[in-house]
């Protein structure tokens, strides 16, 4: 069954790209240029991943993945940036439950990172609740 990624980034130029080399490697892409595009998207759209950037316009991606996460919980999210404070970036992510991968990339490693996202298991965002909560998983 081909997965489903949303990319949400207020770049026209990385979403093409970026999604140009995901149809390639056999995933079905959606874009999106702003937060509320991509909720409007997922209301009608199964969505896999978000691809979204650490910084969009009018919202961090941080406050973005919170908006998706409050309507998605279970959502997977993987965070690009270009920015030059990766450490601060990446122990962000580590305590909000998301992936993050750096700028620049090639085609090959984003394709690694998004298969590497899809197919991790214990890291899943709803995994510690429902073992606390006693539900399966």
């Known amino acids: 069954m081909e997965q489903t990624i949303l990319i949400v980034d207020a770049e026209p130029v990385v979403r093409s790209v970026v999604s140009k080399i995901l149809e390639k490697a056999g995933f079905s892409v959606l874009q ?8 409007e998207v ?3 759209s199964h969505v896999d991943l978000l691809l979204t950037n650490v910084n969009l316009p009018g919202m961090s991606g941080a406050e973005a993945m919170k908006v998706f996460r409050s309507a998605y919980p279970d959502l997977r999210v993987l965070m690009i940036s270009g920015l ?11 305590e909000n439950h998301f992936q993050f991968f750096p700028k620049p990339f090639t ?8 298969h590497d996202v899809l197919q991790e298991r214990s890291r899943e965002p709803g995994a510690s609740k429902k073992a606390e909560s006693g539900r399966p998983g």
């Open 32 to 39: 999106s240029g702003t937060v509320q595009q991509g909720l």
């Open 42 to 44: 997922m209301k009608t």
């Open 84 to 94: 030059p404070d990766t450490e601060v970036i990446q122990r962000w992510a580590g």
């Open 107 to 114: 085609a090959g490693t984003l394709v690694q990172k998004v």
